[in-house]
């Protein structure tokens, strides 16, 4: 009965094509519609909350006070983004977000360096230059990552205070610098513990000593842990609140704790489309590095070195 | 300065690793200029040895000395050693002229000094168009080369080879293999070479060490190593295909085997000869005999051929002999079948001899 299969074959192709090369594909199969069906759904649950901000923060005041929130702006302005940077009222202090973005940027950029700095050494020293109670001073490097933030809020206060950094920006970057070790330390010990050993023993041979064969063989090859450290780093240091309103007084405020005060300002009228341009301006920033950062992630950086 | 005709001498080496006793009490003196192979399976504590003497692990007891002067305590770079990995470990962001100076740039050595080094180190190993590569643009061959070009800048007496042929495909292997035996006798360095390979060590080597679980079980030249083996281990290890083993009783000058005697005239007895008792005889696959040469063989018997497996050059055939199997290599243009019944000649003068209980050689 060889005829009703080829039959059969004929009906399923829809001709008598014989079977040759890639095997064709439905576009419209009904995977393809779940999956993509799935994907749109998603993507417009999230994107449209970022569409009403941006829509709202482009509005004047009467626009928004019509109501359509989906509607877009009839008439442009950027009004409110100049607001909220420039003339906000945060508390006693009416020059918006500006004077909380330069505090935010010199809390950033030495508390990115810093521990980034610190860990790298100390992973680095922790994967190749073991010591007698490496494991066990890795070990409670970790468990720091378990405690609670809010278990220690109170001790770094207390601390802070009888070191005279309180409410200074320099103790706010000593504390993210330390509360970036646990994590920052796991992240590059196991990124140096999974290069070839093989090349720590050459270049010892080589006589490059602690420091050499850190800045001269393992940095130049770790460049995309590096990059991955600062992600890290600056979304976390900058989206940081709790430490922020805590360790510093107004004139200090990072970012986030002026976005709230502006937001959360129970005087007045709730001006949407400022608040929302604040929000926005607020976020840019890690928006900003995701962005320049995700072509830095390049692999392969390691090739040639070993076996490939 | 007393002792300086031993390039690398290792006293009562001990390593332990926590609990786990790697090497024991291991002694070892390397010549002026001997091309020495550390050879033996996975585990055996080759590498680690290598490693030792290198100073790349610490020991745990014992001392070492290269050309008479005592660097246990030396780091890597202080003494004078030049080591090649098997994962080649050429620094990545570096050109091969970077990954070649690296070293001589680190022990502050005068430009132009690094310059010339490079440039005779590149032209013995013939890499000169690559030097402004980086390694990721070089073939496996190229980078080994490199990784020895690494060790040749330094001018250092004493060559490290950690296995470093065991990621090149064959036909590179064997070439590479070639190269190292030229460049050795070119330069006339001290090399200390770790293998599992027994083709790399009978060919590189002026003498083998063939180590088992941390201890050397016998240290000689390739022909030593292969025709009078210390003991069963080093029998066993060394020829591929590997020795016959016959289980048998020796007495009066005299192994019997089953229904076969062999008699073990000029025979060259060692550690005081053999007494009477169950004793095995190793015979190599190629000193079975076949064909007209039989007649000459003082032993002669027949195999039954079970199998035979064609390799070109030779021809290995399996057979029984007095109810163990019997491998034989013939030549590679014998037609033997499988059942086929097969006159053998076996010269027991040219056999290895061992005890039963202490495996060593008789």
Known sequence: MADVGSLNTAAVAGNTVEARGPKPKKRLSRNNIILYGTLIVVSVYYLLPLYVMIVTSLKGMPEIRVGNIFAPPLEITFEPWVKAWAEACTGINCDGLSRGFWNSVQILIPSVALSILIASVNGYALANWKFKGSELFFTILIIGAFIPYQTMIYPIVIILREIGLMGDLAGLVLVHTVFGMPILTLLFRNHFAALPVDLFKAARVDGAGFWGIYFRVLVPMSLPIFVVAMILQVTGIWNDFLFGVIYTKPETYPMTVQLNNIVNSVQGIKEYNVNMAATLLTGLVPLVIYFVSGKLFVRGIAAGAVKG | ?362
């Open chain 2, 1 to 362: 300065m007393t002792d300086s005709k031993y390039s690398v001498e290792v006293r009562d080496l001990d390593l332990h690793f926590g609990e786990v006793k790697v090497l024991q009490k291991l002694n070892i003196n390397i010549h002026q200029g001997e091309f020495l192979v550390l050879l033996g399976s996975s585990g055996c504590g080759k590498s680690t040895l290598l490693n030792c003497i290198a100073g790349l692990l610490e020991i745990t007891d014992g001392q070492i000395f290269i050309n008479g002067r005592n660097v246990t305590w030396h780091e890597p770079s202080e003494r004078g050693i030049g080591m090649v990995f098997q994962s080649y470990a050429l620094y990545p962001q570096m050109t091969v002229e970077g990954n070649l100076s690296f070293g001589l740039k680190n022990a502050r050595v005068p430009k132009d000094e690094v310059a010339k080094r490079v440039k005779r180190a590149a032209e013995i190993l013939q890499i000169e168009p690559l030097l402004k590569r980086k390694p990721g643009a070089l073939s496996g061959g190229q980078r080994q080369r490199v990784a020895i070009g690494r060790a040749l800048v330094r001018d250092v007496d004493v060559f490290l080879f950690d296995e470093p042929l065991s990621n090149l495909d064959a036909k590179l292997r064997t070439d590479l293999r070639v190269e190292l035996k030229r460049l050795h006798q070119q330069l006339k360095n001290t090399m200390i070479y770790v293998t599992h390979d027994q083709v790399e060590a009978m060919t590189l080597a002026d003498r083998i060490a063939v180590m088992k679980g941390g201890k050397i079980m016998q240290l000689g030249s390739p022909d030593e190593i292969y025709n009078r083996p210390q003991n069963l281990y080093v029998a066993d290890f060394i020829g591929s295909p590997s020795m016959n083993f016959l289980e048998g009783m020796y007495q009066d000058n005299a192994i019997r085997v089953g229904d076969l005697t062999l008699p073990m005239d000029g025979y060259e007895y060692v550690n005081g000869g053999a007494k009477a008792g169950p004793a095995t005889i190793g015979i190599r696959p190629e000193h079975v005999v076949t064909g007209e040469l039989v007649d000459r063989a003082p032993v002669h018997a027949r195999v039954t051929v079970d199998l035979v497996e064609p390799m070109g050059s030779d021809t290995l055939v399996y057979g029984d002999l007095a109810g163990k199997q019997l491998r034989i290599r013939m030549d590679g243009q014998a037609r033997v079948r499988p059942g086929d019944d097969l006159p053998i000649g076996i010269d027991p003068s040219r056999a290895s001899l061992f005890d039963n209980e202490s495996t060593a050689r008789l």
